[in-house]
């Protein structure tokens, strides 16, 4: 069972986490939780502040964790480890002055917000009767050292998880880890990536062969648009982890982009679910083929990723050779900075980047390979649905209903489940709304 940062926000928020588990006690939960809501990019805002602002401000965000323990009638002592890791982190900024933060530092910082959050929720639940146990997940998950993004080692996680769980769980004790954590091979913190918290219950669910996983957040689940977006969004009571994946992966807050794959491994099911609203059934995301679709359309949804870079690199060296490709990426891996949606032509490549990936060295080495050109504030527009590679006419309908806005790339291919296309960035949610009456309201 894994918590959001909005189901762990506030002291009624943890209140009704503490029922919800109540309710799964018999099937032996382990509960992961994120960082208080807003906690995350507190802390990662630290090292930016004037140094002398940081010590008032890493006291702000432990008296909002004192306050919540309060709230809950916790005992005093509950967040005495909070207290020293506060005391640590203050020193460890105060020693970084002005000196740029390293993405080591960064990762050091923005983890204490979950082992923060997962300390009120072990007391939290032991008030309420619930029997459980507090467990420090760094030494389970293990990661390559690039930081702020780390890449977990799967080898030996089941034996290590396993040493540090089942213990609990067999003597009756609800385990409470934490989300987004994880531990270079040298032992240094590292960081899964933002909303990595769902990506650490995926893995833990894989590794000690879980009956299902549990995504509690704050809507209903898995969405045939963001209701934000398109108020006539609605719930997908059934969705593949191909779907689920490939709406991650463009634009879709709901999952980590990577949740799917040790589940897609283990044959696990998933299920989103609204921590605010439990007694909905949400959205299962199961390993199949043809989770069944939304009114007679194909398309079963629409997400949009933003923030998006295009950049196309033309060089007449292309035609007719090998080897360019494999040079193209290879500049990309350098940097490691990753393609989203991919088009080649006889003589042209163009791919898409975020906006966040610095460009300018990029630019520089692509250089080396032909002329580059750089299209910013873009966005990513992905219809996703069963077998659309199959299906007559499909490609047709998507542009026509989007025909007044200009659309830079178009991508599908590699995947059957999802055709993607590139517009401007003021123009993305237009495209979102458009494709959704097209084919979901106007198909129902």
């Not at 588990?21 to 004037?50: D, G, K, Q, W, Y």
């Not at 219809?383 to 006419?393: E, I, K, Q, Y």
């Amino acid at each position: 069972m894994k918590f959001g940062g909005t189901s762990v926000a506030d002291a009624p928020a943890i209140r009704r986490l503490v029922e919800i588990v109540r309710t799964r006690r018999e099937e032996r939960p382990l509960v992961v939780v994120s960082a208080l809501a807003r906690v995350s990019n507190a802390l990662l805002e630290l090292p930016l502040l004037p140094v002398h602002h940081r010590r008032t401000a890493v006291h702000a965000l432990l008296q909002r964790h004192r306050t919540l323990a309060l709230e809950l009638e916790l005992p005093s002592h509950v967040t005495k480890p909070t207290a020293e890791e506060a005391d640590i982190l203050t020193s460890s900024l105060e020693a970084l002055g002005d000196a740029p933060p390293s993405g080591e530092v960064l990762d050091f910082v923005a983890g204490h917000g979950e082992l923060w959050s997962s300390r009120l929720v072990t007391a939290a639940l032991e008030r309420g009767g619930i029997s459980s146990a507090w467990v420090d997940v760094r030494p389970v998950i293990h990661t390559d050292d690039h930081f702020t993004s780390a890449t977990p080692e799967r080898t030996g996680l089941p034996s290590r998880a396993r040493e540090a769980f089942f213990g609990h769980l067999e003597a009756g004790r609800v385990p409470v880890s934490q989300g987004f954590l994880g531990s270079a091979p040298d032992g240094r913190p590292t960081t899964l990536g933002r909303g990595g918290s769902d990506y650490t219950a995926s893995l833990l669910g894989a590794a000690l062969e879980v009956d299902r996983v549990e995504i509690w957040t704050d809507v209903d689940g898995i969405m045939t648009a963001d209701p934000r977006v398109v108020p006539q969004a609605r719930l997908l009571p059934v969705a593949s982890h191909h779907e689920a994946a490939e709406l991650a992966a463009f634009g879709a807050k709901v999952l980590h982009p990577a949740t799917q794959a040790p589940l897609v491994e283990a044959g696990i099911p998933c299920v989103v679910l609204n921590s605010f609203a439990p007694h909905r059934t949400g959205t299962r995301v199961i390993s199949t083929a043809d989770p069944g679709q939304v009114g007679p359309s194909p398309v079963r949804a629409v997400s949009c990723k933003r923030g998006i870079t295009i950049v196309n690199v033309t060089s007449p060296r292309m035609l007719g050779a090998s080897g360019f490709l494999r040079r193209l990426f290879e500049v990309f891996e350098r940097h490691r900075i990753s393609v989203d949606v991919l088009a080649t032509s006889e003589v042209s490549v163009s791919m898409t980047v975020e906006n966040s990936f610095p460009l300018d060295k990029l630019r520089r080495d692509l250089e080396e390979l032909g002329e580059v050109s750089i299209a910013p504030e873009r966005a990513i527009v992905a219809v996703v649905g069963l077998a659309l590679r199959d299906s007559p006419g499909i490609a047709a309908r998507i542009f026509s209903a989007v025909r007044d806005i200009n659309v830079e790339v178009i991508s599908q291919g590699a995947s059957s489940t999802n055709l993607t296309f590139v517009v401007r960035e003021e123009e993305s949610l237009d495209a979102v709304r458009a494709v959704h009456r097209e084919f979901i309201e106007e198909s129902a």
